[in-house]
């Protein structure tokens, strides 16, 4: 890639330094980070002493949650939230030595942070990578365009976001999808929300109805089996789930997580109500991406076009969108962004453009962020900018739809 840009491999090269660079300073000013990891940490010390990590989590978030009355601003820890059939591997990992098992984690972690990055960089026609190239530096720093310490997070949806889209990416040139229903079918073991990304293949190519209904059901047996294999494990874990909404108040981002934390400023105690309202937008938003799926394949637009508006669609059809499920977004969202925008000026405008906007963004949301520990208008600010940049992506490629129809004099469906 830096071969097409010699005259600016330099400053690329200063921009990658300055990347790595700022991740241990940033972890030496915030020594809070790698929360995730101490969580995994804990259910593999619990799993290696006999212990439930469901229901040792779930004593100590019952513990402080009985002592807010007295101390209202403790924050509430989180626990162990993956299903039990992970605890076999938490067992095995276990007999590792810790130095071994830390380096070997964050080795991994960081080649799929990277293939995020570079997977995004692979929807950037050749007139737009060289914009792309500078951005994908930060990338990391800002998922969803907007600044967040995820990165430092540990969390294992890094690892497994970047094997699904690397995978994808292979699925693409070569026309096979095995390793990546493969690799969906392990994220699901750990997420299983992650099997809402089977709408990839099936709005992405020809003929994958029936491995990816294959897949999902395979995903739903998995998970639904394990409370016949570990009932109290399962009940436990539920349970661990259930105090994510209910004491965390760990909503996500996307539509229907604001809608939960609406309920909850109003006073409206955790309940189903999120997911009817989810199902309410969910197929109504895979209707629109599988119509423009279909312009796709009839060749009305190239995949470098349909693979941001897709991705970010698919995201969006998960019912809890975390910080770390838009971090594969950041650059896809900024092609999205330059391309709407790019429509109505100059490719150097609309650079400049798409430039302030984001700078002037990410200013107010770290002004205002020692007012949000948290983090509470970052999430706002992040769904509302989710859904207008997909919204604004799926115009985009509904114009140049109805222009490609014109110019083959076909009638155009589109109003």
């Known amino acids: 890639m830096l071969s097409r840009f010699s005259g600016y491999r ?25 929360r995730d990891t101490k969580i995994y940490l804990n259910a593999i010390h619990s799993v290696q002493a006999g212990h439930d990590p469901y229901a040792d989590g779930i004593a100590v978030q019952e513990a402080i949650h009985a002592q807010l009355a007295l101390h209202p601003h403790t924050q509430l820890p989180y626990s162990y939230v993956y299903s039990p059939v992970t605890l076999p591997l938490l067992r095995m990992i276990g007999f590792f ?8 984690y964050w080795l991994i972690y960081a080649a799929g942070a990277l293939a995020q990055i570079w997977a995004g960089m692979q929807a950037a026609e050749p007139k737009e990578r060289r914009y792309a190239a500078f951005l994908a530096p930060a990338a990391a720093f800002f998922p969803g365009l907007l600044q967040h310490d995820v990165l430092l997070s540990g969390n294992i949806a890094y690892i497994l976001y970047g094997a699904i889209f690397l995978t994808a990416l292979l699925c693409w040139r070569r026309g096979k999808w095995h390793w990546f229903y493969l690799a969906v079918l392990a994220a699901s073991c750990f997420k299983i929300p992650m099997l809402s990304l089977l709408a990839i293949p099936l709005l992405s190519a020809r003929k ?8 999902a059901a395979a995903g739903v047996g998995l998970f639904t089996v ?13 349970r661990a789930v259930e105090l994510q909404f209910s004491y965390n108040h760990d909503f996500g981002v996307g539509p ?7 309920l909850f400023d109003a006073g409206i105690p955790y309940s189903p109500a ?31 076009q349909w693979i941001p508006v897709m991705v970010t ?29 790019s429509t109505f000026t100059r490719n150097s405008r609309a650079t400049l453009f798409s430039f302030l906007f984001l700078i002037s963004i990410n200013i107010v949301i770290i002004f205002i962020e020692h007012l949000d520990a948290g983090k509470y208008y970052w999430k706002h600010t992040e769904g ?6 997909f919204a604004a992506g799926c115009w985009n490629l509904l114009r140049q739809t109805r222009e490609s129809a014109i110019k083959i004099g076909i009638p155009s469906t589109i109003g």
């Open 10 to 34: 330099w400053v690329l090269f200063v921009l990658w330094v300055l990347a790595f660079a700022a991740i241990p300073v940033w972890n030496a000013v915030d020594p809070g980070d790698g």
């Open 97 to 104: 030595p810790l130095s071994l098992l830390f380096a070997g």
């Open 208 to 215: 994958q109805w029936l491995p990816a209904c294959i897949t």
């Open 226 to 238: 394990q409370l016949w294999i570990w009932p109290v494990y399962f009940c436990n874990y539920l």
């Open 256 to 262: 229907a997580g604001l809608f939960g934390l609406a």
């Open 274 to 304: 999120s997911m009817i309202f989810y199902s309410l937008y969910a197929l109504p938003l895979f209707g629109l991406l599988f119509f423009l799926s279909r312009q796709f394949l009839s060749g009305k637009f190239a995949l470098e």
């Open 313 to 341: 669609g698919v995201i969006l059809l998960n019912p809890r969108i975390k910080e770390y499920d838009v971090a594969p977004l950041s650059l896809l969202m900024a092609l999205i962004l330059w391309r709407v925008i």
């Open 384 to 389: 509302i900018l989710l859904a207008g940049i």
